[in-house]
């Protein structure tokens, strides 16, 4: 029975070669992108619900990009809180902000995607960037950066949204490496030809994308998902860019609270379920050999089989993995997550685990 699990444990093993050296290396050690400026036209959409505070900060930094052509579509999806005044106040202030009011439709109630749809319908321009009202831009030159990967083919942008650090926070640390690796797999698999997801936080698409598939209505029904499962939709090799030089992220405050963020990765995940074929695919490949990795490794060196080989290819599968993640995290700007990295890998791991049965039994939560 140990020599199976011997040689179980190599096959996991070159597995996880062929994804970390292979498919994410496509992104690791590529050259970063240049960034070629265009002239177009760019709608900016922000939806909100209940965000007041967030709203008064951080849409002053959209205001102010340093771009020629761009007007802010600012969504208020019936907020309770003062929202909507602040978004009026904004509209008054600025003349290139426009409002979009969001009543309570019983059929769409507590659907962004109802809420984006209108927003998407009543912006003028082609081409749309969207982030999330508790997100700010890295930098002045965020259109600039992300609009200039936009050609007369590449129609879909796929921009990477961080989250901010906070000293000496552990879960910081945590929440920032999978949002890292997760950019890293739906960038180095859109390099692979084969993209799949994108995150609303820092996402761009020109709008006849949008409309020549009736926008969300394939999956109106699943409230979550209208960056996921959207770009899962649309997105080709043909079609799809990517942005990640740091002038082009969005950053965001992270959850300070384990249950916080474990709830909203429960809402995250379940969305993958509704993905192509071959990308629920190989997302379980991924995340099955993580896992067995661990529990074959534990099994063998509790045993002692062949411990000397068993530790070498444990090094070794430690080796490729810390050089692929730490050229990504160089990219990203995330260097400070990787001298944690077999701790966090371990933890993230079983919190996975531990999200997708719970999610057996019961359904996350969605839009506030």
Known sequence: MLTITFYAFIVIVAIQLVYYLFIFGKFAFAKVPKSNPKRISVSVIVCAKNEGENVAKYIPLLVEQDYSDFEIILIDDASSDNTLDIFEEFEKQY??????????????????????????????????????????????????????QFTMHKTIVLGYGAYEKVANSFLNKIIR????????????????????????????????????????????????????????????????????????????????????WFTQKRRHVSTANLYKPFDKIQLAVFYVSQLLFVI???????????????????????LFTWITLGFSAGKLKEKDVMYWFPIIEIVLIFTQLNVFITNIFSKPVYWK
């Open 95 to 148: 003349s290139n902000i426009r409002l979009v009011k969001v009543k309570n439709n019983e059929a769409f109630w507590g659907n962004k995607k109802y809420a984006l749809t209108l927003g998407i319908k009543a912006s003028k321009k082609d081409y749309l960037i969207f982030t999330d009202a508790d997100c700010y831009p890295a930098s002045k030159d965020w259109i600039t950066t992300m609009s200039s």
């Open 177 to 260: 490496f999978e949002t890292m690796l997760t950019a890293i797999q739906y960038f180095s698999w859109a390099k692979a030809g084969r993209p799949y997801m994108g995150i609303g936080r820092n996402l761009a698409y020109k709008k006849d994308e949008f409309f020549n598939v009736n926008g969300f209505i394939s999956h109106i029904q699943v409230r979550s998902g209208d960056d996921d499962l959207f770009i899962n939709q649309v997105a080709k090799s043909k079609n799809t860019a990517l942005s990640y030089l740091p002038e082009s992220f969005t950053y965001s405050q992270p959850k300070t609270k384990f249950k916080d």
């Open 296 to 318: 074959l490794a534990t099994i063998l060196l509790a045993f002692q089989f062949q411990w000397i080989v068993v530790l070498g290819v444990v090094g070794f599968r430690y």
